[in-house]
């Protein structure tokens, strides 16, 4: 895997990748949580003019 070495080399690369891939899984998250809301939006919007026109037709 890696060699250890004198200077921290093989640290401060692990640093970058576990950095690198904790910024990747934050934007996925937002990604998805934005999807999550308007998806949820639209099911409100939906199930509220679906139950007022019931309403109404009674």
């Known amino acids: ?3 250890i ?3 921290g080399q093989g640290s401060a ?3 970058l990748i576990v950095g ?3 910024v ?3 934007f996925v ?3 998805i949580t934005d999807i999550t809301n308007t998806t ?3 099911f409100k919007t939906l199930i509220t003019q ?3 026109f019931l309403i109404n037709k009674i």
């Open 1 to 3: 895997m890696f060699r």
């Open 5 to 7: 070495d004198n200077k």
């Open 13 to 15: 690369e692990m640093i």
């Open 20 to 22: 690198g891939l904790l």
């Open 24 to 26: 990747i899984i934050l």
């Open 29 to 31: 998250a937002s990604y």
């Open 40 to 42: 949820q939006k639209s």
């Open 50 to 52: 679906e139950r007022d």
